[in-house]
Nanobody, 122 residues
Framework: QVQLVESGGGLVQAGGSLRLSCAAS????????VGWYRQAPGKQRELVAG???????NYADSVKGRFTISRDNAKNTVYLQMNSLKAEDTAVYYC????????????????WGQGTQVTVSS
C-alpha cells in the first residue's frame, strides 16, 4: 500500500524559510494532481497549495508570493518551499495526492501523509 511521507518541518524564526518534501513509498505511485494542506490547533484543515499534472497551481491568498509548490518527477517527490514565514503559518502540514485540479482549484483525494509540524516563532 502506498504511503506518503512528509519531511522538512521544524522550528524556525519569523522571516525564515523551510522546504517540505513529500515522497511516496510502499508501491508504484506517480504524483499527478497534488496538494499541500495545513491544520492549526483549533482550526479546520485548509488548502495551502495545489499543483496539477499540467503545471497549473493554486495557492491560498495568505501564502501567495511566499510559498511555492513543485514536483520532481525523477525523484517522485513533491515540495513546498516556504519563505518569509510568519507565526500564523504554524500548523501541521499534510501532503495530499490523487486529488483533482478543477478550474484552477485543487480538490483533495483520499491519499494523505501523516503530517509534519511547522512552528514559526515570532
Amino acid at each position: 500500500q502506498v504511503q506518503l511521507v512528509e519531511s522538512g518541518g521544524g522550528l524556525v524564526q519569523a522571516g525564515g524559510s523551510l522546504r517540505l518534501s513529500c515522497a511516496a513509498s510502499g508501491g508504484i505511485f506517480r504524483f499527478n494532481d497534488v496538494g499541500w494542506y495545513r491544520q492549526a490547533p483549533g482550526k479546520q484543515r485548509e488548502l495551502v497549495a495545489g499543483l496539477g499534472s499540467g503545471g497549473t497551481t493554486n495557492y491560498a491568498d495568505s501564502v501567495k508570493g511566499r510559498f511555492t509548490i513543485s514536483r520532481d518527477n525523477a525523484k517522485n517527490t513533491v515540495y513546498l518551499q516556504m519563505n518569509s514565514l510568519k507565526a500564523e503559518d504554524t500548523a501541521v502540514y499534510y501532503c495530499n495526492a490523487n486529488g483533482m485540479m478543477i478550474t484552477g482549484k485543487y480538490y483533495p483525494g483520499g491519499t494523505w501523509g501523516q503530517g509534519t509540524q511547522v512552528t514559526v516563532s515570532s
